[in-house]
Structures are given as structure tokens and as C-alpha cells.
T-cell receptor
Framework: EAGVAQSPRYKIIEKRQSVAFWCNPI?????LYWYQQILGQGPKLLIQ????????DSQLPKDRFSAERLKGVDSTLKIQPAKLEDSAVYLC??????????FGDGTRLSIL | DAKTTQPPSMDCAEGRAANLPCNHS???????VYWYRQIHSQGPQYIIH?????ETNEMASLIITEDRKSSTLILPHATLRDTAVYYC?????????WGAGTKLIIKP
């Protein structure tokens, strides 16, 4: 089966600019996750969707981060405006109900 | 905060068994232990998970102590491609809370 697809693979922007990441989960996976992974740390959950509804966004910095999952399939994560501390890898994962998560290879974001 | 403690790094000789320890002394009775690994510049890859009983699949074995306060991931015949960061995770409220993991280096 095809894996979780993410784009772009790399992104470099200046602080205060905006950026968007895209995720296409594995077909049929109802649950979709966005994680932030800072260098040297494990991933930190930002938001979890069940179909097109938000299950948990308690760790999403809502003043600058937003995410949507239209039609319960693809998802986008946006940062506006970006800060230096947002430099990280943004990982998308998907899973069937109550099954292990499958991860994409992430988008590496660098803020100048 | 992560509910697990792992050594920051380990070495293992190629062809030998790699045994990665994990402490999770505050685990609750219905919380699963998951193991993932992350090879450089890739996303995390699921390895195995368990609740109480030992588990084995094509990648690894998971040994959970009877009191469930610790576990060991065993890679039976390590290869150079097993070099990665290995994460031991306790699933809490259907979420994975990740620590910093163990960097496992397989040496020729």
C-alpha cells in the first residue's frame, strides 16, 4: 500500500512569513495526526483528526498555527506568522481506528 | 511529559542481538507500550506494541516484565540498517507521548 505522503520535503522561509504543509494519509485511515519534531527530541502531537473532526488540538499554538482536514482525507497545516522557534520537522501520521500510526517522512522547515 | 525512561545511546555488533531497555514505572493497567524507530531523515516506523504478554513479529520481540514497570525490545540479529533512534512510548488516553529515545548504533 502507498504510504503517507507529505509535501514539500523541505521549506526555508524568513520569520514572520507564512507557510503551509500538505499531507495525504493512507487510503481508508480515519485518524490523522500532525506532529512537530524539534532536533534531538521526540515528536510532539499538535493536532489529531478523526475523519474531518478535531479530536485534540490542546498543544496547537492557535495564535499562529491552524490545520484543516477537508472531506476527511487530505490535510493542511499552516503557520502564520512563523517564528524562529518553529524550525522543526513537521510529521503527518495516519491510522485506522485503534491501530498503530503510520508516518510520512515529514517536512523540514527552516526559519531564517 | 513522557512516561518512559531510556538510555540515550547504545552500541551493538552486527549480527548480535540488540536489547533495548525501557522503564515505565508509572504505567497504568490499560496503557499499551509501543516501540517505534526513526532512521535519519525519515519518519518514525512502527515496530511492535504490547499490553501484558510478550509479543513477537517479523521485526522484533517485546518482553514486558510481570509488574509492567519495564520492557525490553529485542532485535534478534542486528544489521547495519537497524542503526536508528528507538522510541519506547506509553500510549496514554489514545495518544503517544514521545521521549527522546535511544540512539542505537550497529557496528560492523
Amino acid at each position: 500500500e502507498a504510504g503517507v505522503a507529505q509535501s514539500p520535503r523541505y521549506k526555508i522561509i524568513e520569520k514572520r512569513q507564512s507557510v503551509a504543509f500538505w499531507c495525504n494519509p493512507i487510503s481508508g485511515h480515519a485518524t490523522l495526526y500532525w506532529y512537530q519534531q524539534i532536533l534531538g527530541q521526540g515528536p510532539k502531537l499538535l493536532i489529531q483528526f478523526q475523519n474531518n473532526g478535531v479530536v485534540d488540538d490542546s498543544q496547537l499554538p492557535k495564535d499562529r498555527f491552524s490545520a484543516e482536514r477537508l472531506k476527511g482525507v487530505d490535510s493542511t497545516l499552516k503557520i502564520q506568522p512563523a517564528k524562529l522557534e518553529d524550525s522543526a520537522v513537521y510529521l503527518c501520521a495516519s491510522s485506522p481506528q485503534d491501530q498503530p500510526q503510520h508516518f510520512g517522512d515529514g517536512t523540514r522547515l527552516s526559519i531564517l | 511529559d513522557a512516561k518512559t525512561t531510556q538510555p540515550p545511546s547504545m552500541d551493538c555488533a552486527e549480527g548480535r542481538a540488540a536489547n533495548l531497555p525501557c522503564n515505565h514505572s508509572t504505567i497504568s493497567g490499560n496503557e499499551y507500550v509501543y516501540w517505534y524507530r526513526q532512521i535519519h531523515s525519515q519518519g518514525p516506523q512502527y515496530i511492535i506494541h504490547g499490553l501484558k504478554n510478550n509479543e513477537t513479529n517479523e521485526m522484533a520481540s517485546l518482553i514486558i516484565t510481570e509488574d509492567r514497570k519495564s520492557s525490553t525490545l529485542i532485535l534478534p540479529h542486528a544489521t547495519l540498517r537497524d542503526t536508528a533512534v528507538y522510541y519506547c512510548i506509553v500510549e496514554s488516553n489514545y495518544q503517544l507521548i514521545w521521549g527522546a529515545g535511544t540512539k542505537l548504533i550497529i557496528k560492523p
